[in-house]
């Protein structure tokens, strides 16, 4: 299957700095990627939809200036969390759609990335 | 309430067992259904996904849908250790136009997971 890459996979950082988290689709093109975070023992919750070439779409609840996200091109998208605090420690993930005629919705999903923000 | 529902367990069954695991949704327009499993400290990946009502079968996999109960299966046959893991339900719109179809089905209402130990 395709395959997306995050990076780092775990980053730890003092409160206050930023830190920025690239998911890449390696072996294919996604005009869409989503961005994710999961507390421990609980489930996805979509923070924002990336569009490539255009402003991303946050969920309710979520601030945009807090998690800055750019999909610059077809095979990357950066988010970045601004002025860190151990409330956003957590786990980063996100997801890319193979964008091939009649694909009906499957996901690829990075392998995440764990933030500690001490 | 939750949108979707999923026994958090956890589950412990020995090696060989058939497992069931279920989720219920309370949103009539979902119509994309999607498994996830998630090993410890990784990302999701697929196990399977199926459109409206029926069931779909994969190796050891099946995934069933009733969307008369809003009630979704993942039976896994002849569990082995390495299916120890964490398993995700997840559901979606779609809608036909070409653009809109393509951002709703990836904007998935997920389950919280079901932790699944497969002892030897």
């Known amino acids: 299957g395709a395959v997306v890459s995050q990076h780092p996979s775990w980053v730890i950082c003092k409160s206050g700095t930023s830190v920025k988290i690239e998911c890449r689709s390696l072996?294919?093109?996604?005009?869409?990627m989503f961005w994710y975070r999961q507390f421990p023992k609980q489930s996805l919750m979509l923070m924002a939809t990336s569009n490539e070439g255009s402003k991303a779409t946050y969920e309710q609840g979520v601030e945009k200036d807090k998690f800055l996200i750019n999909h610059a091109s077809l095979t990357l998208s950066t988010l970045t969390v601004t002025s860190a605090h151990p409330e956003d420690s957590s786990f980063y993930i996100c997801?890319?759609?193979?964008?091939?005629?009649?694909?009906?919705?499957?996901?690829?999903f990075g392998e995440g990335s764990r933030l500690t923000v001490l | 309430q939750k949108e979707v529902e999923q026994d958090p367990g956890p589950l412990s069954v020995p090696e060989g067992a058939i497992v069931s695991l279920n989720c219920t949704y309370s949103n009539s327009a979902f119509q994309y259904f999607m498994w996830y499993r998630q090993y410890s400290r990784k990302g999701p990946e697929l196990l399977m996904y199926?459109?409206?009502?029926g069931n779909k079968e994969d190796g050891r996999f099946t995934a069933q849908v009733d969307k008369s109960s809003k009630y979704i299966s993942l039976f896994i046959r002849d569990s082995q250790p390495s299916d120890s893991a964490t398993y995700l339900c997840?559901?979606?719109?779609?809608?036909?136009?070409?653009?809109?179809?393509?951002?709703?089905?990836?904007?998935?209402?997920f389950g919280d997971g079901t932790t699944l130990t497969v002892k030897p």
């Open positions: 997840a559901m979606s719109y779609l809608l036909m136009e070409a653009m809109s179809y393509l951002l709703s089905a990836g904007k998935s209402t």
């Open positions: 997801s890319a759609r193979e964008e091939s005629g009649g694909d009906t919705g499957e996901l690829f």
């Open positions: 072996d294919f093109q996604a005009t869409t």
């Open positions: 199926t459109y409206s009502s």
